[in-house]
T-cell receptor, first 112, second 114 residues
Framework: GQQLNQSPQSMFIQEGEDVSMNCTSS?????WLWYKQEPGEGPVLLIA?????ELTSNGRLTAQFGITRKDSFLNISASIPSDVGIYFC????????????FGRGTSLIVHP | NAGVMQNPRHLVRRRGQEARLRCSPM?????VYWYRQLPEEGLKFMVY????????ESGMPKERFSAEFPKEGPSILRIQQVVRGDSAAYFC????????????FGPGTRLTVL
């Protein structure tokens, strides 16, 4: 099946620092999604991207749909302790699949 | 709270018993998806249902697992004769018709098989 490579696997940062993570695929995707999952909870949709080159913000979060349609990036500016969690990328491969493929997640720890 | 509801949140079963996981979608959503998550892994698709209809069950094991979404009531994921390898977090998501891109997830059921 489809594989999404998400990196880094984990990040340990100081409060106030900016964070960048990315997701790459070997094939073209029509949609990129970024979710955040906190311990003991389900994933929460942060940002959805639908067009190549699209740059979308949600507060301190900004995500981009790569021009090649094979990657996406998520940036968090001025991190705060409540940003802690696991961030998952997900995407819908071209061909009209309604089932998203998920990356393995980036675990973010923010030190106050 | 009009979010996706799942119960129980935690379920402990002994090998060979049955596990029933329930999911009530968000109000107005008629599509339900079930996913399984192992520790430090992403979510793996299992099954996609509409009311009274299974759309895609390509991710669900052929044996012991079944799912339904009746006309009335929650969607049920049923695991018969559970084994230790079934221990995982099971998440349900729901979406509006035609909005599969934006699925809203429930809090999950953590299944532990002893």
């Amino acid at each position: 099946g489809q594989q999404l490579n998400q990196s880094p696997q984990s990040m340990f940062i100081q409060e106030g620092e900016d964070v960048s993570m990315n997701c790459t695929s070997s094939s073209i995707f029509n949609t990129w999604l970024w979710y955040k999952q906190e311990p003991g909870e389900g994933p929460v949709l942060l940002i959805a991207l639908y067009k190549a080159g699209e740059l979308t913000s949600n507060g301190r979060l900004t995500a981009q749909f790569g021009i090649t349609r094979k990657d996406s990036f998520l940036n968090i500016s001025a991190s705060i302790p409540s940003d802690v969690g696991i961030y998952f990328c997900a995407g819908h491969p071209s061909g009209g699949s309604y089932i998203p493929t998920f990356g393995r997640g980036t675990s973010l720890i923010v030190h106050p | 709270n009009a979010g996706v509801m799942q119960n129980p949140r935690h379920l402990v079963r002994r090998r060979g018993q049955e596990a029933r996981l329930r999911c009530s979608p968000m109000k107005g959503h008629s599509h339900v998806y079930w996913y399984r998550q192992l520790p430090e892994e992403g979510l793996k698709f299992m099954v996609y249902l509409q009311k009274e209809n299974i759309i895609d069950e390509s991710g669900m094991p052929k044996e012991r697992f079944s799912a339904e979404f009746p006309k009335e009531g929650p969607s049920i994921l049923r695991i018969q004769q559970v084994v230790r390898g079934d221990s995982a977090a099971y998440f349900c998501a729901s979406s509006l018709v035609g909005s599969y891109n934006e699925q809203f997830f429930g809090p999950g059921t953590r299944l532990t098989v002893l």
